[in-house]
């Protein structure tokens, strides 16, 4: 099956830096990846969508120069939190899609910002 | 708007027990709608799915069928096992599947008990 990894699997980092998580499609081409957030106890929320070469659309209420999103390839988009806070500290999960084919979720990335 | 309810939890059961995880789904046209289940600690793992009204999509002795005339999807299983203690989403998506975001539900928590 199709694989979705994502890299670190978990970060502390100090507040005011910036993190960026990595979420690669290992064995297929991802024309679109998704990003979500999911507090503890709670449902995911979609944070923003990105199509490869393209700028990322993010969902109302996020805040795109907070939440950076690059997807630089079919096989890759990262998810760069800056300036992080400690309201930051959350699990981010990215899923990878093709056209008319499912999703497939990463194992998610555990961030806690000191 | 697309959107998905389903029952709160948490929910507990002994081992072998019947399950009923209700989810309902407000939608225009004919979505997609999935299954998914989250293990502690892990990402979310496609469960099962159905594309289409009177479809059953069923995996590891989950089954869900897709009734278009009563807008659901309920997740059933007739004999659960500890090693099912997770956490459920019921989700959908527009008929193209991997490239249209996810709608989740709220997410019940099953327990099951030796």
């Known amino acids: 099956g199709a694989v979705v990894s994502q890299h670190p699997s978990w970060v502390i980092c100090k507040s005011g830096t910036s993190v960026k998580i990595e979420c690669r499609s290992l064995d297929f081409q991802a024309t679109t990846m998704f990003w979500y957030r999911q507090f503890p106890k709670q449902s995911l929320m979609l944070m923003a969508t990105s199509n490869e070469g393209s700028k990322a659309t993010y969902e109302q209420g996020v805040e795109k120069d907070k939440f950076l999103i690059n997807h630089a390839s079919l096989t890759l988009s990262t998810l760069t939190v800056t300036s992080a806070h400690p309201e930051d500290s959350s699990f981010y999960i990215c899923?990878?899609?093709?056209?008319?084919?499912?999703?497939?979720f990463g194992p998610g990335t555990r961030l806690t910002v000191l | 708007g697309n959107s998905v309810t389903q029952m709160e939890g948490p929910v507990t059961l002994s081992e072998e027990a019947f399950l009923t995880i209700n989810c309902t789904y407000t939608?225009?046209?004919?979505?997609?709608l999935f299954w998914y289940v989250q293990y502690p600690g892990e990402g979310l793992q496609l469960l099962l799915k159905?594309?289409?009204?009177?479809d059953k999509g069923s995996n590891k002795g989950f089954e869900a069928t897709y009734r278009k005339e009563t807008t659901s999807f309920h997740l059933e299983k007739g004999s659960v096992q500890v090693s099912d203690s997770a956490v459920y989403f019921c989700a959908l998506s527009r008929p193209r599947g991997g490239s249209e975001k996810l709608v989740f539900g709220k997410g019940t928590k099953l327990t099951v008990n030796p």
């Open positions: 939608a225009t046209g004919y979505p997609s």
């Open positions: 899923s990878a899609g093709q056209d008319f084919n499912e999703q497939f």
């Open positions: 159905a594309t289409k009204a009177d």
